[in-house]
């Protein structure tokens, strides 16, 4: 964050504050009474510091945001193509160390049907089904 972004936050966090403590004060200085109703709107210059420090406040977050990245299929696709590029020679020298291949398409559990850190509900049923009709139990008679 840089020097003209922080001055226009605190600035505008200063005249916020005010107008707030502002508007409070003019709401216990002149509070209607039930019957009469609100004879005594909020002034213009409260209003108006409301608006101006809303405004500085916006543009120093706007200030101290970082730069936008770039939104390119044609650039994501290129860094995809070299990243498989990269991860198939890695996958061949961990393959070679004895490593096994750990890294690669991250969608690869989503792609292939398996998923990964859920439990396998049919796959377990079917391995209890198979379990009791080979006897095993607790061995009752």
């Not at 505008?12 to 019957?35: D, K, N, R, T, W």
């Not at 792609?111 to 079917?126: N, P, Q």
């Amino acid at each position: 964050m840089g020097l003209p972004s922080t001055v226009l936050l605190v600035a505008g966090a200063a005249f916020l504050s005010h107008a707030v403590y502002s508007s409070y004060e003019h709401a216990l200085l002149f509070s209607p009474s039930i019957s009469s109703g609100n004879k005594h709107p909020l002034p213009l210059d409260i209003v108006l510091e409301l608006l101006v420090s809303i405004t500085v406040l916006c543009a120093g977050i706007v200030l101290a945001a970082p730069k936008l990245k770039p939104i390119s299929w044609r650039v994501w696709a290129r860094e995809k193509e070299t990243e498989e590029k990269n991860v198939n020679i890695r996958r061949r020298k961990e393959e070679d160390a004895g490593l096994g291949a750990q890294v690669g398409n991250p969608f690869a559990g989503l792609e292939d049907g398996s998923r990964r850190g859920f439990l396998d509900v049919r796959g377990a049923r079917k391995a209890f089904a198979e379990w009791v009709r080979e006897g095993g139990g607790g061995g009752r008679s």
